[in-house]
């Protein structure tokens, strides 16, 4: 991994002991942040490292029961995701959560993600968004089992996680587009995935594209406004490269009216486009 401490300006590269991949990544400070690694223990395990000077140095803190994107809220308390592109098995792992209050020397499945198998639908968590220690938001999405019908919610908490209270997103003809055709149920399929771009500026403005419409809240959920951005982008063209909730995401909004998306791919690189009024109008990004 690489890190910068001018904006940018210059880089130094950063390399994790034993060389592993890395799934997620969160800093609380600028010189203490987490990297989950993959594992040699299986594709359900990973290796959580600290580093307490920037990324100059990691220590190996322990293993985790999961592999995939991670969000620290202090040096202690942490959340998890199990990635379904990356977790195979067990199929109801596929999308939990998880929470960590030892700085991830151990870590705890949180109930509201509860996987593929278990319950009437498949419910799948996306990574969690803390701003501060009480005040946080999780996508989830859902499939019902017996009618194949597809929904986006958001779970919300104000007391750190003890609590959560759910919002629907509006129904939406091509909500289903960004589910994979893959049946969940399948006792040889591990790679059921949800890739609705979803972007939280803060813990009460959200944001989900569901192309072509873009769906905003201000209000934490109780009321939705939609849109069709300028240019259209069908659905779901925003995910066709495979990125899912789980990952750092094709959306991202740094308040409710400033955004980027990746509109789509020269090769192997992004070309980002942004907004300046909340989505009504995208431009691409001038290169620099």
Request: a positive charge; aromatic letters at 10%; charged letters at 15%.
């Amino acid at each position: 991994m690489y890190a910068s401490t001018d904006r940018g300006q210059r880089w130094r590269d950063s390399t994790l002991p034993g060389c592993s991949l890395v799934f997620g990544l969160s800093f609380t400070t600028p010189e203490i942040g987490f990297a989950l690694a993959s594992s040699s223990g299986g594709p359900n395990r990973g290796t959580l490292n600290v580093t307490g000077d920037g990324a100059q140095h990691w220590q190996r803190v322990g293993s985790t029961p999961f592999v995939g994107p991670i969000d620290f809220v202090t040096r202690e308390d942490g959340w998890g995701v199990a990635a379904p592109g990356v977790t195979t098995k067990p199929l109801d792992r596929m999308g939990a959560l998880y929470r960590t209050t030892d700085g991830g020397r151990s870590w705890q499945r949180v109930s509201i993600c509860s996987g593929a198998s278990r319950d009437a639908a498949a419910t799948i968590c996306g990574t969690p968004r803390f701003f501060g220690t009480r005040d946080g938001v999780v996508p989830v999405g859902r499939v019902d089992r017996a009618t194949g019908t597809c929904s986006f919610l958001v779970d919300s908490t104000t007391d750190g996680g003890l609590r959560w209270s759910s919002h629907a997103l509006p129904a939406d003809p091509n909500l289903c587009a960004y589910f994979s055709t893959n049946n969940p149920y399948s006792a040889t399929n591990g790679t059921q995935r949800l890739t609705v771009p979803f972007s939280a500026p803060s813990a009460t403005n959200w944001v989900a594209f569901i192309g072509p419409a873009l769906y905003s809240t201000t209000d934490g959920g109780r009321r939705w406004s939609h849109l069709t951005p300028k240019p259209t982008f069908a659905a779901p063209e925003l995910a066709g490269n495979g990125v899912a909730i789980n990952d750092s995401g094709p959306l991202d909004f740094a308040s409710p009216t400033d955004g980027w998306l990746i509109a789509r791919w020269s090769g192997a690189s992004p070309v980002f486009d942004y907004t300046a009024n909340g989505g009504k109008s995208w431009k691409p990004l001038a290169k620099q």
